[in-house]
T-cell receptor, first 115, second 116 residues
Framework: NAGVTQTPKFQVLKTGQSMTLQCAQD?????MSWYRQDPGMGLRLIHY???????DQGEVPNGYNVSRSTTEDFPLRLLSAAPSQTSVYFC??????????????FGPGTRLTVL | AQKITQTQPGMFVQEKEAVTLDCTYD???????LFWYKQPSSGEMIFLIY??????QNATEGRYSLNFQKARKSANLVISASQLGDSAMYFC?????????????FGEGTQLTVNP
């Protein structure tokens, strides 16, 4: 299993540009989420999904959109990038039927810089 | 609202000694789960240990143990016999209720440095 994969690993954007951060998992997890990590602030939840077709807002959703058309994929869209969105973004997943451990598994992160 | 507090921005320990990283939480829900994650300088998030609010015994995973004091709402991580590779940022997190579909709330982290 590849676990949780994220692409790209690094990205530089100009203010106003849009882009999509990709996230995929191959563990048949129902729950997926996106976090951002800023220095000294821990991880903050952006959006999450409890299953295909179901998404909801987290703590800091403004400026981001998500969709969940399949169990495996959970892309995060930046609509119009702003310097305040410079951060490290983590995707995570958890919950599979019959699973013995249900901690959240994290992807390797995407480091985004908005100029 | 749920809240996780880690009051130690940085901690230092000598190699082979034990260290305790503090975590306090706030929730009025009787069902919650507590987690510790390690984030080395390479950036990945590594799950260390989990404690459910209804668990009678403190969780242990190898050199990691969770000192769960429910009345004080604390869930401190104890690392025994520290190793140089334990130098990392450590995050305490909570989900309420304790269901794998619940959102995780993270503390701000503690940077641990293990000295040779």
């Amino acid at each position: 299993n590849a676990g949780v994969t994220q692409t790209p690993k690094f990205q530089v954007l100009k203010t106003g540009q849009s882009m999509t951060l990709q996230c995929a998992q191959d563990m048949n997890h129902e729950y997926m989420s996106w976090y951002r990590q800023d220095p000294g602030m821990g991880l903050r939840l952006i959006h999450y999904s409890v299953g295909a077709g179901i998404t909801d807002q987290g703590e800091v959703p403004n400026g981001y959109n998500v969709s969940r058309s399949t169990t495996e994929d959970f892309p995060l869209r930046l609509l119009s990038a702003a310097p305040s969105q410079t951060s490290v973004y983590f995707c995570a997943s958890s919950c599979s039927l019959g699973g013995q451990r249900d901690e959240q598994f994290f992807g390797p992160g995407t480091r985004l810089t908005v100029l | 609202a749920q809240k996780i507090t880690q009051t130690q921005p940085g901690m230092f320990v000598q190699e082979k000694e034990a260290v305790t990283l503090d975590c306090t939480y706030d929730t009025s829900d009787p069902s919650y789960g507590l987690f510790w994650y390690k984030q080395p300088s390479s950036g990945e998030m590594i799950f260390l240990i989990y404690q459910g609010s209804y668990d009678q015994q403190n969780a242990t995973e190898g050199r990691y143990s969770l000192n769960f004091q429910k009345a004080r709402k604390s869930a401190n991580l104890v690392i025994s016999a520290s190793q140089l590779g334990d130098s990392a940022m450590y995050f305490c997190a909570m989900r309420v209720p304790d269901d794998c579909g619940s959102r995780l709330t993270f503390g701000e982290g503690t940077q641990l440095t293990v000295n040779p």
